[in-house]
């Protein structure tokens, strides 16, 4: 596994070695002992969780205040434009964001550590999601940021108004936004 950085040193896209012939293709994709190596630190995972969404649906901007979850994330179908913001007001990247293509056909992983919103939009006609989470989901606890905050100014790829939930619609800017320290 290669791990690549990205413009916040902490969110790592991971690139699985992949071997195929044509009988198809063989890739180791969780390996504890890697996954440590390359993050440089021991992480838990507690949970699994598997979603399925259509074209245009944008889920997030998710984050637990207390309970915070570091996420591994990947697509196993389909492709989805994959986002994290930093929420860490000592952070030097404090409100800034990353985003990275994420796909069946590219394998590659996204580490999206503590302290992060996250969310991504679905760009094929369907997608499979499937994120290992570092604490449970605890859902009075969840907090979600505004997904088009202005301050943010994420350039979701976007062919309509995307499909959203209630909550997902209805976030809170950065600026009112609780943080972590």
């Known amino acids: 596994m290669k791990a690549i950085p990205t ?3 902490d969110v790592l896209v991971l690139d699985p070695a992949v071997f195929g012939d044509a009988r198809g293709f063989f890739f180791e994709s969780w390996n ?7 993050v440089g630190r ?4 507690v949970q699994d969780n598997h979603s399925a969404s259509a074209r245009g649906v944008l889920r997030g901007l998710h984050y637990q205040v207390q309970s915070a979850q570091g996420k591994l994330v990947r697509v196993t179908e389909g492709e989805v434009y994959d986002v994290a913001v930093d929420l860490r007001r000592s952070s030097p990247t ?5 985003a990275e293509r994420l796909s069946e056909a590219n394998r590659r992983m996204l580490w ?6 996250h969310g ?4 094929s006609d369907r997608a499979q999601f499937l994120y290992k989470t570092t604490g449970y989901y605890a859902p009075e606890h969840e907090r979600t ?14 062919e309509d108004a995307p499909m959203l939930k209630p909550k997902d619609a209805a976030g809170t800017p950065l600026a009112q936004a609780e943080t972590f320290a």
């Open 7 to 9: 413009a916040i040193p």
């Open 32 to 38: 504890q002992k890697a996954f440590d190596a390359a």
């Open 42 to 45: 021991e992480v838990r995972f």
């Open 94 to 98: 404090f409100g800034r964001w990353v």
């Open 112 to 117: 999206v550590p503590e302290g992060f919103a």
């Open 120 to 123: 991504f939009l679905v760009l």
């Open 145 to 158: 940021l505004l997904w088009n905050d202005p301050k943010l100014a994420i350039p979701w790829p976007l």
